[in-house]
């Protein structure tokens, strides 16, 4: 398996035994070896045992694409003010607090309600606001907002 797409689906689908999301993965090669980025979540915590848990799980798939000991992996939390890759991150965050820049420099600052392809609701106080994922610059976990 060389392509890597189809390695990150693979696992994916792993960590998704477990009850965990891939927010995100690197891989990359140089020589003979690949070094192995994987950020996972679940909205219950994520913390050392769930990391743990899928490093031993993708273990398996790394030694048989890449042979043992020819890969570095490293497996990590998204982290309290995680900038987002993709706007597909959103989806992964609902409940969770996030600050956002709009492609007019405005800040937008609240709780995520929903996610969609296209649009993500925010509560911000009191108030709702239905945003278009391509009016958002750039967009990052905010925790302060969460218990507002």
């Keep these: 398996m ?5 390695l990150r689906q693979e696992l994916a689908a792993v960590v ?8 995100e993965s690197k891989i990359s090669k ?34 048989r694409v890449f ?17 987002f890759a993709n706007a ?4 992964l965050f ?3 607090g996030v600050q956002l820049i709009m492609e007019n420099d405005e800040v937008q600052a609240g709780i995520i309600k929903e996610a969609s392809a ?3 609701v925010l509560q911000c106080g009191a108030d709702t606001q239905s945003i278009p994922l391509d009016h958002i610059r ?9 218990g507002r």
């Design 30 to 63: 140089k020589g003979s070896n690949a070094r192995v980025l994987a950020v996972v979540y679940t909205p219950a915590g994520t913390g050392i045992d769930q990391c743990a848990s899928a490093h031993r799980a993708i273990m398996p798939i790394l030694d």
């Design 16 to 23: 998704g035994t477990l009850g965990l999301s891939l927010v």
């Design 138 to 146: 750039k967009g990052k976990l905010d925790s302060s907002q969460e």
């Design 2 to 6: 060389t392509d890597f797409r189809e």
């Design 88 to 91: 597909s991150e959103y989806a």
């Design 94 to 96: 609902v409940g969770k």
């Design 118 to 120: 296209t649009h993500l």
């Design 67 to 83: 042979g043992p000991d020819s890969y570095d992996l490293e497996v990590s939390s998204p982290g309290i003010d995680r900038e």
